[in-house]
């Protein structure tokens, strides 16, 4: 792959974040990482899996009209994927500094891509404010498909909008309840009131589920 200079960028329980230049290009590397505790071929097996599996999601994505980087090269031998760093601020940090005004234009959009995703079968599996790049351009970039899926069952998009919720309320709650209202809206843009109205009820049932795990655990 040559030689270049390489900066660790984020440590992740899946992978690791390089920044690079790769071409004269700013890259970022993901590499996913070997886990001792699972088996060496099942762990080889899943890393080879992710490697292919992600660079397909994020074709997918883009083809469906949400952005995501471009990948430059996927070496499934090192489990690395190559591809475009995208110049831009994380709307986790945007979020609590914009208006509030801009701030549920920002969520309209946000939820109009998940949308697109969701229409064309696509979970995205982590979605947070950290996985979402907003450009000088104004375009949102969705990253980090590595815990996506092809699916278009109401349960796997529940999860997926449950997460965007639970993302919001940990880092966002003074607006979390707005953001995720603006989120909602968008997104029934997209798919449609009456899907947008099955995703909320899938989403309270899995909260109910949550709480049911919780008081037995004794956590609540």
Known sequence: MGEMKTFLMKKGAEASLYL????????????????????????EQI???????????????????????????????????????????????????????????????????IGRLHENGIIHGDLT?????????????????????????LEARGVDLHLMKRALQSTHFRFAEECFNAIIRGYAKVMGSETAKNILEKIREIEQRGRYVAERKGEL
């Open 20 to 43: 690079s230049d790769w071409h004269g290009r700013k890259v970022v590397l993901k590499k996913r990482l070997a886990k001792k505790y699972r088996p060496k071929i099942l762990d």
């Open 47 to 113: 890393r080879i899996y992710r490697t292919i599996h992600e660079p397909q999601l994020m074709h997918e994505a883009k083809r469906a009209g949400v952005p995501t980087p471009t990948i430059f090269l996927v070496d499934i031998k090192n489990a690395t994927i190559i591809m475009e760093f995208i110049e831009g601020k994380q709307v986790k940090q945007l979020l609590s500094e914009t208006s509030k005004g801009e701030r549920e234009s920002l969520c309209l959009k946000i939820g109009k891509l």
């Open 129 to 153: 404010t950290s996985n979402m790049i907003l450009t000088r351009e104004g375009k949102i970039f969705f990253v980090d498909f590595g815990l996506g899926e092809k699916s278009k069952e």
